[in-house]
């Protein structure tokens, strides 16, 4: 197959069977993150890289196959709106199978209109955005001349208003560049004016083209969710669950987290639930010691309860 490959079991997705549109690496930015290493060449016209029904008839082979897949998704080497014609390709699949469709974009293209419309029949998009400043999406994206910040947003904005499906917004959490307090606060307004269904927190887990970017720790990952959900309701990665160490000292060290950032109540009580495996009863009554102290008031923030240190 050239075109398709998996199903891969993906967490937000489950059993994902991926369309790669595009040839390597054929891209509007440079990412510092990407995966598949740096964009040597910019790719801003859109083309029909491969014929579209050659495509068409490859995922339905593999949707035929193979049994259990839950989505059919476009991913793979580059910006995948790139592909002219990838709206008649969703179209195709929608005649001939159940099975729902997602796009996985950087998108820079959604300024135009005629890749927000080719968009319009999938079930999900799954469009970056990484900064809430021009100059920290120069620094992350590095995007090919012509591509700006205003453009990427504008055209964020215009799709949600078009578009019914699910917009699942992708932040690239890096350490030291966009998970301080001013970023992410000005990221959250940014989200709040695009309004996604919602906010999918990533890390670069993988090796990047460059070789300063960091995974962020586990306190700023827990930060992020709380600023983020300002605006959307956020999916975070596993990697940030919070740890709690051992059972001595467990009020200084929940107050010494808490004075850093807000403590999900989930998250905690997940956290001593790991502290006391099979005792629930022992969790709650720990839990309600500390509040007890009156150190903590809880929040309610994006449907998530916090506890928050009493100013
Ligand atoms: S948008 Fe995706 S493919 Fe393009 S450079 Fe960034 S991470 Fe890589």
Redesign the pocket.
């Known amino acids: 197959m050239k075109h398709v490959f998996g199903p891969i079991s993906s967490k937000r997705l489950g059993q994902s069977l991926g369309v790669d549109l595009l040839p390597s690496?054929s891209?509007t930015?440079?990412?510092i993150?990407?995966q598949?290493g740096r964009?040597k060449q910019f790719v801003s016209e859109r083309s029909e890289f491969y014929p579209k029904e050659e495509i068409v008839e490859e995922i339905l082979q593999a949707v035929e196959a193979q049994k259990g897949i839950d989505w059919i998704t476009f991913v793979g080497s580059?910006?995948t709106t790139l592909y002219k014609g990838i709206g008649w390709i969703v179209r195709e699949l929608k005649r001939s199978t159940a099975i729902p469709v997602a796009v996985i974009t950087?998108g820079s293209l959604l300024h135009l209109p005629e890749v927000r419309e080719e968009l319009l029949e999938t079930d999900a998009v799954l469009p970056?955005l990484n900064a809430g400043s021009e100059a920290l999406f120069d620094r992350i994206?590095r995007p090919a001349p012509g591509f700006t910040f205003q453009q990427h947003i504008e055209g964020l904005r215009r799709f949600r208003q078009e578009y019914s499906g699910k917009l699942w917004v992708e932040v690239m959490l890096i350490a030291g560049l966009n998970d301080t307090d001013e970023a992410l606060a000005d990221l959250a307004d940014v989200l709040a004016d695009i309004r996604p269904d919602t906010v999918h927190l990533v890390l670069p887990t993988r090796p990047a083209a460059e070789g300063s970017v960091s995974m962020p720790d586990g306190d700023r990952i827990r930060r992020a969710v709380f600023i983020l959900s300002k605006a959307a309701p956020v999916v975070h990665p596993a990697k940030g669950e919070m740890e709690l160490g051992s059972t001595e000292n467990l009020l200084e060290t929940v107050t010494r987290i808490a004075v850093r950032h807000p403590l999900q109540e989930r998250e905690l009580e997940a956290a001593l639930g790991k502290l006391f495996p099979g005792g629930q009863p022992r969790v709650q009554e720990e839990m309600a010691s500390m509040f007890s102290t009156g150190r903590f008031e809880k929040v309610c923030q994006g449907g998530e309860l916090y506890w928050v240190i009493k100013s």
């Open positions: 690496k891209c930015w440079n990412c993150y990407c598949l964009t580059g910006e950087n970056s994206d």
